[in-house]
């Protein structure tokens, strides 16, 4: 009995060792951790509870079968992270370069499985060359398995990924079509096609980092959620941002009690907004003070920053926060800003997770980039997403709602539930200027000046809408979190459905 325990022992040390100790020192000195160690630091202590750790390739072609090696490069299973269940599976690149052999996928596709019937989270931490090679169709198989049920999970359980190292060509789909998508600066990169083929294609020459790298997709793509420094770095992240992350679309979403009080004012709010509406002020101020503890996980904080997303909580609740940023493009919302918070607010409405909009804007960015680039189409995704969603949605209008833009930014016209505006808030067709010119056209200066004295005193102000109802109430600023704390504890029983459809058709 001993020596078959001892056997155990042995086989589990070899699964351990994966590519060997030569292959683990040269990940560490490319300043990465190995996939065991990623999995360590992410999960809770001594949570991690392995599966497959015995699986090996059934492959016999090129050598293959004299090189077997226990978990086929990589490590699947699952545990808690500060509590909650997660499935996680680690890529290991000492391991046949992390390559994605069939029963590679096989153990993918199990814990992936596995997560659905008991509703919890997948993480996936992405560090592979790609298809095995010497699998040939057997690993494009595999691949589209995985696709398919990163298809079936979307919107049923969060999935994280997380790219620690290569992930190129088809491989970078899966990742792709996960929810948000951390990456790591200088040792991670995602392209369907490398700079080599870029450069005989397109004569282009470039280099790994700026095709395809951490700041690239952050900045450039917006294909990536978050850029960190090292491995460590963006791990540590992942486990805070996995406090705001629902287990499933059938779970409440994560509450938890707050010191912060519901009750608090925030004086400061009253002055936020400056006298001259053509000057900008920061939105990430009036954010983090009437959040719980300023505690703000802003998401895809280097693209399209003329509108903020990110996770918080209020009153102990998880709300996802939606902003347009009057410090850029003066707020105005654009291709890029629209598709990133239309995704953002389709992911709150999959995982229950109320959405607070808050709203400056001026309207569309106007211009033929704009045009030419399909804005039409893009700014339509925003007002879709706002408009089939049914979770609780509160909006406050701090200053400008302009035009098809106060429409679509979670208006009450879009089933908004609880639609506020401080006194400073301008809801009107445009701003008072343009509209004068226009109604106006070919008046003297002094005429101009006069219809637009009155315009602005007419229609540049809350209480037109709020008459009408559109707005609930004008608030006092210092009182925001107060009345949207109240806001979302009216609104945990709100029950709304769409009406039966296989699923929309949302415009692309
Ligand atoms: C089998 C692979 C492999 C692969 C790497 N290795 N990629 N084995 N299949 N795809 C092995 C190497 O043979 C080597 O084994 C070890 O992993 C480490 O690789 P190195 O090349 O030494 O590492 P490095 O210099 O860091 O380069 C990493 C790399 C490079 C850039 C990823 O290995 C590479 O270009 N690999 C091939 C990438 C590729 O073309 N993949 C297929 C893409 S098509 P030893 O034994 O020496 O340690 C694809 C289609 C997916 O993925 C389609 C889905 C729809």
Redesign the pocket.
Known sequence: MQEILEKLEQKRAAAHMG?GEK?IAAQHE?GKLSARERIELLLDDGSFEEWDMFVEHRSHDFGMGQQRIPGDGVVTGHGTINGQTVFVFSQD??V?????SETHAEKILKIMGQALKVGAPVIGIND???????EGVA??GG??EI?QANVLASGVVPQISLIMG?C????V?SPAMTDFIFMVKDSSYMFVT?PDVVKTVTHETVTQEELGGAVTHTTKSGVADLAFDNDVEAILALRRFMGFMPSSNRAAPLAQPSLDPHDRDEPSLDSLVPDNATKPYDMHELIEKIIDDGDFFELQPQFARNIIIGLARMGGQVVGVVANQPMILAGCLDIASSTKAARFVRFCDCYNIPIVTLVDVPGFLPGTAQEFGGIIKHGAKLLFAYAEATVPKLTVITRKAYGGAYDVMASKHLRGDVNYAWPTAEIAVMGAKGAVEIIFRGGSEAELAAQTAEYKDKFTNPFVAASRGYIDDVIMPHATRRRLIRGLEMLRGKVLANPWKKHDNIPL
């Open positions: 590519g292959r490319k690149f000492t046949f370069g992390g390559s994605l592979s060359g790609g298809a095995r090679i010497q690993s494009l691949y589209a696709f290569p190129a060509g088809g491989a789909y490398g």
